[in-house]
């Protein structure tokens, strides 16, 4: 069964940062790009960043690039999202998700449930 | 940045009546559009990707449609679970992009 883990949400200050993680299990983790796809309360999804299955090529939206890094370690079956220069605009459910298909898609048929992050003063 | 507009905002139907959704795209994005359901409080679930191809464990009652511009995704008889926020996402371009969501209510 094919699970994915967030943590690492949580409260912090405008110009702080946060790490997130994602825990994946149940797939062969190395051959599939994810991504991160945030929802801002009572608000639709955005996507966020994607990174290679290798980690060799990333992906970043404009809102987001410069200020976030994406990152993963194959051999923990894990993925990151570093978060620097947070904003208030970067409060949001961060869901990660699972790329459908060993070639590239970012379409996302497997969610986690969500890690709360809220920039406030 | 293709820009997704999702009609219409909300559909109000019955159990059992057929529910049509649209996504008209800024720009042509051939067929790599999806669609998800989202229900409160749960993540989404990837319904219809490559405009028609239902994803795995997916019923026959959703089905997809379009290229181009624009898109349309039927639910054929509403069953009491299908009530959700329905969203576009189109993979032809970077940035990555959703549309603004249709909340099908009863």
């Known amino acids: 069964e094919v699970q994915l883990l967030e943590s690492g949400g949580g409260l912090v200050r405008p110009g702080g940062s946060l790490r997130l993680s994602c825990a994946a299990s149940?797939?062969?983790?190395?051959?599939?790009?994810m991504s991160w796809v945030r929802q801002a309360p009572g608000k639709g999804l955005e996507w966020v960043s994607t990174v290679s299955a290798s980690a060799g090529t990333t992906y970043y939206a404009d809102s987001v690039k410069g200020r976030f890094t994406i990152s993963r370690d194959n051999s923990k079956n894990t993925f990151f999202l570093h978060m620097n220069s947070l904003r208030a605009e970067d409060t949001a459910m961060y869901y990660c998700?699972?790329?459908?298909?060993?070639?590239?898609?970012?379409?996302?048929?497997?969610w986690g449930q969500g890690t709360l992050v809220t920039v406030s003063s | 940045e293709i820009v997704l507009t999702q009609s219409p905002a909300t559909l109000s139907l019955s159990p059992g009546e057929r529910a049509t959704l649209s996504c008209r795209a800024s720009?042509?994005?051939?067929?790599?559009l999806a669609w998800y359901q989202q229900k409160p409080g749960q993540a989404p679930r990837l319904l219809i990707y490559?405009?028609?191809n239902r994803a795995t464990g997916i019923p026959a009652r959703f089905s997809g449609s379009g290229s181009g511009t624009d898109f349309t995704l039927t639910i054929s008889s509403l069953e009491p679970e299908d009530f959700a926020v329905y969203y576009c996402?189109?993979?032809?371009?970077?940035?990555?992009?959703f549309g603004q969501g249709t909340k099908l209510e009863i």
């Open positions: 720009q042509s994005i051939y067929s790599y």
């Open positions: 490559d405009a028609s």
């Open positions: 998700a699972k790329d459908r298909d060993i070639v590239p898609t970012t379409n996302f048929d497997y």
């Open positions: 149940g797939f062969t983790f190395s051959n599939y790009a």
């Open positions: 996402q189109q993979r032809s371009n970077w940035p990555r992009t």
